[in-house]
């Protein structure tokens, strides 16, 4: 965080990046927001939300505040062995499990750290779509498909996915999308979307510099009416509910108990019966 003392000299624009700022209205308004990273135009996506492109020229360690002060980004790292590596990548091809391939033709990357920002949000529950699809890594029998990108998943510093690996979750397959969706508190009218690369996966499959966080877009939009009430239990990256798991537990817990309970009465009422025949 930085304080009063030395906002008066930041750059335009990187005091929106810190929470409880004056660049906050003083009745936040926005409830929502979407990004097509990398991209060059706007969007109007098959979900309907209206994309903001963001072409930015980041280096390896800078930020940027779009126009409306609605969202920002910041990177920080450097592809230390990759000479003129940009932080966005292109591609020309089509991708599968979507309507809006062509939000999927540009990507943003980072060797280490990447953090989209929501600002001035309204206080409320938010739902939160990160699209993802992998494009460096062709699913051919060549070696250049032996790359794998792994990266942690954090929002409002929480960690929600560690070692999350895109082609993972496609079966191997590059050029498919994968969505993840959560539901996200705001409290202090600022989230934080944060993709760190810890070191893990390979880095120099089918070049120098193919690792680190990769992102195709990202959409924030009212979890029920953007309402101050909690959700109750969300929802995991698998789809399945941490309360709904619990529940399955103890119920299939129960069910064990009552056939062990009915199979021993049923023992004891045989042998009962065993001795009564023995007897006469």
């Known amino acids: 965080m930085i304080d009063s ?7 335009s624009g990187l005091n929106c990046l810190q929470r409880n700022t004056p660049c906050l209205p003083a009745s936040p308004d926005d409830s929502s927001f979407a990004v097509d990273s990398g991209g060059t135009r706007p969007i109007i996506g098959s979900d309907k939300s209206y994309y903001e492109p963001d072409d930015t020229n980041l280096g390896e360690a800078s930020y940027y505040v779009s126009n409306s002060t609605r969202w920002g980004i910041s990177n920080t790292g450097k592809f230390m062995e990759a000479a ?25 990357t980072s060797s280490s750290s990447l953090r ?27 070696w250049t498909s032996l790359g794998t990108r792994i990266f942690d ?34 409290t202090e009218n600022f989230m934080e979307i944060h993709l760190f690369w810890a070191g893990k996966g390979t880095c120099c499959i089918p070049r120098q510099g193919s690792y680190g966080p990769l992102i195709s877009a990202l959409s924030v ?20 509910s941490k309360i709904a798991l619990v529940a399955g537990v103890v119920v299939c817990t129960i069910v064990l108990g009552l056939l062990s309970t009915g199979t021993f009465l049923w023992r004891q009422k045989r042998k009962k019966m065993e001795a009564e025949m023995g007897g006469s």
């Open 5 to 11: 003392s030395n906002r008066s000299i930041l750059s």
């Open 84 to 108: 003129n590596f940009s932080f966005i990548v292109y591609t020309s091809r089509q991708f599968t499990n979507t309507l809006d391939s062509v939000l999927f033709q540009t990507a943003r």
């Open 116 to 142: 989209y920002y929501g600002i001035g949000l309204k206080n409320g529950f938010y739902n939160v779509e990160l699209q993802f699809a992998e494009i460096f890594f062709p699913d051919n029998t060549t």
């Open 153 to 186: 998943i954090f929002i409002q510093g929480e960690l929600r996915e560690k070692d999350f690996d895109i082609k993972k979750q496609t079966n191997g397959k590059s050029y498919t999308v994968v969505l993840r969706q959560y539901v996200v508190r705001v």
């Open 221 to 240: 939009s009212p979890y029920g009416g953007n309402n101050k009430v909690d959700p109750g239990p969300i929802k995991n990256s698998a789809g399945k």
